[in-house]
Nanobody, 119 residues
Framework: QVQLVESGGGLVQPGGSLRLSCAAS????????LGWYRQAPGKQRELVAA???????NYADSVKGRFTISRDNAKNTVYLHMNSLKPEDTAVYYC?????????????WGQGTQVTVSS
């Protein structure tokens, strides 16, 4: 059974930092493209950051320079380091693992972790 379990969310003041973690079981993350998405109330889920199995990263314009995605294949975990947090970063954050083998697409999601940026 595949599980992605996020942790590290919480309440933080504007300008603060958080590190989200997503630990996987049942799959080997090293062969997946990993992503962090977020969904704010009343809005669609959006991609925040992604990292391929070769280490290539991409970020939403709104978080460039503030967020960093990284992976630790030995720990089967992906991280999202968030700095200079803003109230508009408030959302439920989800991790995603995706692999397209042409024959099959593997697409797994975590349950989400709440991040609230407020004074």
């Amino acid at each position: 059974q595949v599980q992605l379990v996020e942790s590290g969310g919480g309440l933080v003041q504007p300008g603060g930092s958080l590190r989200l973690s997503c630990a996987a079981s049942g799959i080997t993350l090293s062969i997946y493209t990993l992503g962090w998405y977020r969904q704010a109330p009343g809005k669609q889920r959006e991609l925040v950051a992604a990292i391929t199995n070769t280490g290539t990263t991409n970020y939403a314009d709104s978080v460039k320079g503030r967020f960093t995605i990284s992976r630790d294949n030995a720990k089967n975990t992906v991280y999202l380091h968030m700095n200079s947090l803003k109230p508009e970063d408030t959302a439920v954050y989800y991790c995603n693992a995706k692999r397209d083998t042409r024959m099959l697409v593997y697409d797994y999601w975590g349950q989400g972790t709440q991040v609230t940026v407020s004074s």
